[in-house]
DNA sequence: GGCGTCGCCGTAAACGTTTACGGAGAACCC
DNA sequence: GGGTTCTCCGTAAACGTTTACGGCGACGCC
């Protein structure tokens, strides 16, 4: 672990200036003999460029950092591990911010672009607010955002298509004959829950079914909150289905069938929400609405190249489509998924 | 995102010297008047150090790597998740590196080490090779490996047990009563495939059970292969429990069991390893050996902090203690998990 | 042979910090 | 009032690169 080589080592090895060994280590035009003697030497002293003082003078630091609330949470992994081989054919590396759902910690994550550490941020906030508009106007690097941003903001944006995902399963439900279609929901003050919550009763008026308030619950995105909350909607009606936020509610919401003796999918279908390994491995396996998190990861670290490779372009918004994976939890003869 | 104002805006907008403002900002004995005169200043430009600059001068980057196989591992999300508020606590940021489980991917990470990106590696190989030996040796930066490495390897390390954790196991079957105990294992030239069956060999011994070679199949760590390995097992004879070298095996483990009407545990108790999300999302629950990835991930990162402090400290070994976490399937009365 | 051209190379400045060093002035003591 | 000490500050060097600029020798041309 001693102290590295830098290029006056190699420069005095060679017997050359240090701008012939930086011209013969960026390949630009140098004559034979120097190339050789510099190449040698550097090979001799085992010499590696240091990135830094390269980051110092170019002012790039071939990083992009990507901000969200948990890196336990099976979404962000998707899109993690998605961004990853693009970025690094890139040739960038990628730094990892876990806010804990923390608005003053994603705020701050966004100021400290400022320290130069990254050439881009992508961010996935839990929450969009004002305070969020104002500091990506102001951010010192481009900022992608996973997530709905209204227009007009400087940001290139990545969204999903809830909507679409939510009336993909109703229309599926429906078809197998379902009529009473319950849904468990997350908190309504998240972005999510109040998009899902729209989607939800849109879907009920095209498909010309009653809406009927007994046959929504609300409780957080967990596994015990959506027990709870499923316990709490068969206490007072009868669905033919539900459907639900997020694949740990579904998760909660088989729990409480199995244990009353509801079968699934011949008393009540039960779709999830975000298609995460949980789905296939539940029992059944769980039908659930995609949307996509891996392909939204993979466009918004495409939109961060683009973005650093032409910094003027107008901002640009992608939606990415939703898909229905179609399991054993709505029809049951997908028994082993 | 225009250029933002460095230390010598400040000190022309201040009307002092550069020195000055570097001092007040690190807070070195300044006269009261200077110091007024330089926060105000930055206050305005709303400055923010250049984080490049700084680590070029003080050859620090507060930036820590960790390099495995894949992110969309639980095993390593586990790390991940644990690493990041130690580390975020000691003001280091956390680059995250998958080498798609490819030796000279992981090399390569370690050669890079010299660029100087990072002030150190956290690396978690797939395989312990001969050229990862003499790369540890000759890192450019201090490095932590989650997994065994041989004695005097210049590098701290963290472990799992896996040996007690598969003897917790088949105590635990042992004591259920289950006699002729099936091992479906992952390929044997993995560090983990092969620490597996030296453990399950000795837990029968020690257990005076026989060793049976038709109890033993062997598939790669994926569901479909856990499900072919176990059907092959069937086909052969009659196990009344299955110990699974992770939790995915278990997971084909069961759908075959389910396929073929064996109840589960009634017939068969089934055991995962690594306690992943998957084990409690299952049906039954899986039982599974806990191997503490959250836990050898803290460690790790909390061996990383002590060796940035202190260079020469002797490298030190951590062993983190398996735990059997007990569920539906291999104990009927917990049901419900 | 003088002159322009060209290829190659070295000097030095720059990126934005931190910090060793020394100078200027005030305060203090005798 | 001269010396010592102390506080505060500015100058400049350094970290390891990249790159603009100019020098120098070789070569070709008239």
Redesign the pocket.
């Known amino acids: 672990m001693r102290?590295?080589?830098?290029?006056?080592?190699?420069?005095e090895r060679a017997?050359?200036?240090?701008?012939?060994?930086?011209?013969?280590?960026?390949g630009?035009?140098?004559?034979?003999?120097?190339?050789r003697a510099v190449r040698v030497a550097a090979e001799e002293l085992g010499?590696?460029?240091?990135s830094?003082?390269?980051s110092?003078?170019?002012?790039r630091t071939n990083q992009v950092a990507f901000a969200m609330a948990d890196i336990g949470n099976p979404t962000y992994v998707a899109m993690v591990r998605a961004m990853q081989p693009v970025l690094k054919d890139a040739g960038l590396r990628l730094i990892l911010h876990s806010t804990d759902a923390d608005i003053d910690d994603e705020l701050d994550v966004l100021r400290r672009l400022g320290e130069?550490y990254a050439d881009g941020l992508i961010i996935s906030p839990i929450r969009v607010t004002e305070r969020h508009l104002e500091a990506f106007a102001e951010a010192r690097a481009p900022v992608v955002v996973i997530g709905s941003v209204p227009a007009g903001t400087p940001v290139d944006n990545v969204r999903a298509d809830s909507r679409t995902g939510i009336r993909l399963a109703l229309d599926h439900l429906y078809a197998l004959g379902r009529r009473r279609i319950g849904f468990v929901n997350g908190p309504l003050d998240t972005v999510p829950g109040a998009a899902r919550a729209r989607a939800y009763a849109d879907a009920l008026t095209e498909l010309g079914l009653p809406h009927d308030p007994a046959l929504i619950e609300i409780g957080d995105f967990y596994r015990e909150d959506g027990a709870a909350a499923t316990r709490r909607l068969l206490a007072r009606t009868r669905p033919d289905a539900l459907m639900c936020a997020n694949d740990l509610i579904a998760l909660g919401a088989l729990d409480v069938l199995r244990a009353e003796g509801v079968r699934v999918p011949e008393d009540v279908a039960v779709v999830g929400t975000d298609d995460t390994d949980l789905a296939p491995a539940a029992w059944p396996a769980l039908t659930s609405v995609a949307l996509g998190s891996a392909e939204r990861g993979r466009r918004a670290a495409e939109l961060m190249l683009d973005r650093l490779s032409d910094g003027d372009a107008e901002p640009r918004v992608v939606t990415v489509e939703p898909r229905l994976v179609v399991r054993g939890s709505t029809c049951s003869q997908k028994g082993i998924s």
Chains 1, 2 share one sequence.
């Not at 630009?28 to 190339?35: F, G, I, Q, Y």
């Open positions: 102290q590295g080589p830098t290029i006056t080592t190699i420069a017997g050359v200036s240090i701008a012939s060994v930086s011209r013969v280590l960026n630009l035009p140098t004559s034979e003999a120097t190339v010499y590696v460029p240091n830094v003082a390269r110092l003078k170019s002012s130069r």
